[in-house]
C-alpha cells in the first residue's frame, strides 16, 4: 500500500511540474508513514512541507495543490489535509484483505525487495584472532554481522561476507611459541611455562595432538631452550622481554622451515575450529581473507609507499608514523617499529586499500565496541591513500556478558579462562543464542540470561515466536485428522469474513513485514526483525485463544486458516533471517 501510495504521489508532482507549480528538476524523496491514530488516516506523508520552500509556497497551499493533482484510486477512499501540510490517507479496509493472498503466492520471497539494486557490499565481521577459541564475546559480532548480511541481500543487495585472519604479528608467534613449549612437555622435557603464554587447554591438546602426530620432530633439549634468557615476570624480570625471548629461541633451534610448519599446526588447528564453530552457529563466509597475504604479495609495502609519496609517513626515535592527525585522528600512529616489523594498523591500512581496489560500493566493518577509537585512523588512511572514505561504514558491537546466577563469568583468551561459544551454544541453543544476540541494538551493553534462553516459557521471547509457528502447524494437523481440506484461492468476497478485531490487527500488521524488512536491513538494526516478530506472535497467540479456527462454516474456517497461515509464513520469513528453526511442533 506504501508503493501504491508513493507512485500517486509521484504522479501528483509530474502533474505540478507540468502546471508549473514545481520545477521541472523536481525529484523528491517520498517519505509514507503509518499514522498513530485511526482518525487521521492509515499513511500519512511530509512531502508538502518538504517541497514547500523549493515551491515558495506555504506547506498547506502546496498540500492542497498535490490533493488536488492526486489520481483516484479505488483502495484510497479519503484524503485529508492535516496540521502544517501533512497529507493523510484513508484506506478502503476491504483492500487489507489482500495482504493474505499476497503473502501466500510470494512464500518465502514475502518481503523481498530489490532497493539495494544489486550495489556490491562487503561485510567483515567477527575477524577474532586465530588464537584460541571464539568465546561468547566474539558471538554477538557473529549472529549480528550475519544478520547484517542476510537483510541486506534480501532487500536486493550482492553481499560478501568476509572473515580478515590476522595470521600475521606478534600474537600469533606467541601463540606457536606456547603450543611448541606444551610439545616439548608432551616429549618428556621438564621446562617452566611463560607467564605471557596462551595457558588454555586448547594448547595442551594441539601440542599433544602434534606429538602423536609427528613425534619428535621438533623435539629440543631444555637446557638449549633455557640457556641465557632474561628472568620471565614471576622471577623479577620482564614477561614481554621474555616471551620474545623465548620466540627467537625457538625460531633458532627449530630454524625456518620447522619454525613455518610448527607455526602452520597452529594455525591451521585454530582456523578450522573457528570455521566449524560459527557453521553450526549459522555463520558462513564467502571468504577467509589473510593477513599474511597481504604481507607475502607486497600490498602492505605498496601502501606504505603511496603514504611516503604523498608525504603523510615520517620517521621518529626509530620508527615509522602515519601522521593521521592532520586528517581527522586524535595522534600519529606507528606503521613501522623500531626492529623493521609493521604493525597491525600498517596491515589494516593494506586490507581497506585492498578492499575499495576490489571494486565494492560499500564496505561494511563490524567491530567490538572498544576498536571505537580506531575509526577515525583508518578512515584517515583511506583519504591519505586518495579513496573515498565515505564507503566505510562501521558498526559498533558490545560485547555480551554472561551471568550464571550473580556471578560474572570472566572471559581472558590468554589465560584460557572464558565460556567458548561452542559451550554457550551446547547449553542453550544455536536458536536461543543467535535470537538473544541480536534482540537489541548492538551498540547497547547486553547481560544474557542462560536461564531465561532456556526456559519454555512465554518470557522467553525465542520460545514464545517459535511456538506460534508450532501451533498454526498443529491446526493444520488438526484439520487433516478431520479430513477437511484448507482451499487457498479464495477470493476477497470471503477473506471479507474476517471482520473480528484480531484479525484486522493480524493483517495489518502483516503489511507491516517488507517496510520492517527494509528498515531493518538500511538502517542495520536486526532487533527491528525481533520486535515485529514478537508483536506478531502476541496478536496471534490472542487470535488463537479467542477464537475458534476449524468452524462448521468452510468458507469461514478457510479464510480463517488462510490468515493464520499467512501468519506462518511471515513468521517463517522472519527467523530464516535471523538463521532461526522454525519447529512444527514443541
Not at 229 to 258: S, W
Not at 414 to 432: C, H, P
Request: glycine letters at 6%; aromatic letters at 10%; charged letters at 25%.
Amino acid at each position: 500500500m506504501k508503493n501504491k501510495i508513493e507512485n500517486l504521489l509521484l504522479q501528483a508532482v509530474a502533474t505540478l511540474k507540468t502546471e508549473g507549480v514545481l520545477s521541472p528538476g523536481t525529484d523528491p524523496t517520498i517519505s509514507i508513514d503509518r499514522t498513530r491514530d485511526p482518525q487521521h488516516g492509515d499513511f500519512a506523508s511530509n512531502l508538502a512541507l518538504v517541497l514547500a520552500k523549493q515551491a515558495q509556497l506555504n506547506p498547506r497551499t502546496l498540500a492542497e495543490k498535490l490533493i488536488a493533482a492526486l489520481p483516484g484510486d479505488a483502495a484510497v477512499t479519503k484524503i485529508e489535509l492535516a496540521g502544517p501540510g501533512f497529507i493523510n490517507f484513508f484506506i478502503d479496509k476491504r483492500s487489507q484483505f489482500q495482504i493474505i493472498p499476497h503473502i501466500l503466492t510470494d512464500g518465502p520471497a514475502f518481503g523481498f525487495s530489490n532497493i539495494g539494486g544489486g550495489q556490491k557490499v562487503q561485510v567483515e565481521f567477527v575477524s577474532a584472532n586465530p588464537t584460541g577459541p571464539l568465546h561468547v564475546g566474539h558471538g554477538r559480532g557473529a549472529a549480528y554481522g550475519s544478520v547484517v548480511a542476510d537483510l541486506l541481500e534480501a532487500v536486493g543487495f550482492k553481499v560478501h561476507r568476509e572473515y580478515y585472519v590476522n595470521d600475521a604479528g606478534r600474537q600469533m608467534d606467541i601463540l606457536a611459541t606456547s603450543i611448541w613449549l606444551r610439545y616439548l612437555e608432551a616429549c618428556g622435557e621438564a621446562l617452566p611455562f611463560p607467564s605471557n603464554g596462551y595457558r588454555g587447554d586448547y594448547v595442551r591438546d594441539i601440542a599433544w595432538q602434534t606429538h602423536h602426530t609427528a613425534s619428535n620432530d621438533y623435539r629440543r633439549p631444555a637446557e638449549l631452550v633455557l640457556e641465557n634468557l632474561p628472568l620471565d615476570e614471576p622471577q623479577g624480570g620482564d614477561k614481554e622481554l621474555y616471551i620474545d625471548a623465548m620466540i627467537a629461541r625457538a625460531k633458532t633451534l627449530l630454524g625456518p622451515t620447522l619454525y613455518r610448519d610448527f607455526f602452520a599446526i597452529g594455525l591451521d588447528a585454530i582456523l578450522d575450529d573457528i570455521k566449524a564453530d560459527l557453521h553450526e552457529f549459522g555463520v558462513d563466509y564467502q571468504e577467509w581473507f589473510s593477513e599474511r597475504q597481504l604481507m607475502d604479495n607486497g600490498s602492505v609495502e605498496e601502501a606504505l609507499g603511496r603514504l611516503r609519496a604523498s608525504g603523510h609517513l615520517y620517521e621518529r626515535d626509530g620508527a615509522v608514523w602515519f601522521a593521521s592527525s592532520q586528517l581527522g585522528d586524535e595522534k600519529d600512529r606507528v606503521v613501522v617499529r623500531e626492529n623493521g616489523q609493521y604493525t597491525y594498523f600498517a596491515s589494516d591500512i593494506a586490507y581497506h586499500h585492498n578492499k575499495l581496489a576490489r571494486g565494492f560500493d560499500l564496505i561494511i566493518d563490524i567491530w567490538g565496541a572498544d576498536h571505537h577509537g580506531y575509526i577515525p585512523r583508518v578512515r584517515a588512511a583511506m583519504q591519505a591513500l586518495g579513496s573515498d572514505d565515505s564507503k566505510l561504514k562501521v558498526l559498533l558491537v558490545q560485547f555480551a556478558t554472561l551471568y550464571r546466577g550473580d556471578e560474572k563469568v570472566q572471559m581472558s583468551t590468554r589465560s584460557g579462562e572464558f565460556i567458548t561459544l561452542r559451550q554457550l551454544r551446547n547449553e542453550v541453543g544455536k536458536d536461543a543464542a543467535r535470537f538473544f544476540y541480536v534482540m537489541r541494538r548492538s551498540e547497547q551493553h547486553m547481560d544474557f540470561d542462560l536461564k531465561l534462553a532456556t526456559s519454555k516459557s512465554n518470557e522467553n521471547p525465542v520460545f514464545y515466536v517459535q511456538y506460534a509457528h508450532a501451533r498454526v502447524c498443529s491446526v493444520l494437523r488438526q484439520l487433516d485428522e478431520k479430513n477437511w481440506e484448507r482451499n487457498p484461492n479464495l477470493g476477497l468476497d470471503n477473506l471479507a469474513m474476517l471482520t473480528e478485531s484480531h484479525e484486522s490487527d493480524l493483517m495489518a500488521t502483516l503489511s507491516r513485514y517488507p517496510e520492517t524488512l527494509q528498515r531493518a536491513a538500511l538502517n542495520y538494526e536486526p532487533h527491528q526483525v525481533i520486535q515485529y516478530l514478537r508483536e506478531l506472535a502476541t496478536e496471534f497467540h490472542t487470535y488463537y485463544n479467542a477464537h475458534q479456527f476449524l468452524v462448521e462454516d468452510a468458507k469461514l474456517r478457510n479464510a480463517r486458516l488462510n490468515l493464520i497461515c499467512a501468519v506462518k509464513q511471515v513468521l517463517a520469513n522472519g527467523l530464516h533471517l535471523l538463521s532461526v528453526d522454525t519447529p512444527e511442533s514443541m
